[in-house]
């Protein structure tokens, strides 16, 4: 065989085995990003797969306690216009670590959480808060001019 057709068998099984260890990792890695009422029409389906919702904490679901390890926070997440009446799709969540700064522990944070789903909990091993938006009106400001 020639030194320059075994260059080339040689590139293109390099540019292939990456092509397939690039496709393996984002497949293994990826994981889908839910609203509450996607998870609800699903979660029967998401038992004990890595799954990654987004949602508001429903005000007054927030338990917190110190642990070990960390602290071991439980709640409810609702819906982005969760109000916290019944009837609302919620998920119970409960994590251990650290709790980020800006999560409420009154509710009504905007937060993701990375975890899985089985018996009905979300056991998160990941909690992240959104930052209110610097942009948005204020309530009064519009009733001032």
Do not use: W
Not at 51 to 59: L, S
């Amino acid at each position: 065989m020639k030194p320059r057709t075994r260059f080339a068998v040689a590139a293109v099984l390099i540019v292939g085995a990456v092509a397939y260890l690039m496709y393996t990792g984002v497949r293994q890695s990826a994981v889908y990003y839910l609203t509450i009422e996607e998870f609800a029409a699903k979660k029967h389906v998401l038992a004990n797969e890595g799954i990654r919702i987004a949602g508001r904490v429903t005000p007054g679901s927030v338990s917190k306690k110190m642990t070990p390890v960390g602290e071991e926070l439980n709640f409810q997440l609702g819906d982005f216009t969760s109000d916290g009446h019944p009837g609302n799709d919620t998920v119970r969540v409960h994590f251990v670590g650290v709790t980020p700064d800006m999560f409420k522990a009154e509710g009504g944070s905007d937060v993701i959480v990375e975890g899985k789903f089985r018996d009905g909990v979300v056991y998160a091993h990941s909690v992240l808060t959104s930052c209110p938006s610097k942009y948005e009106a204020e309530a009064e400001a519009g009733s001032r001019n």
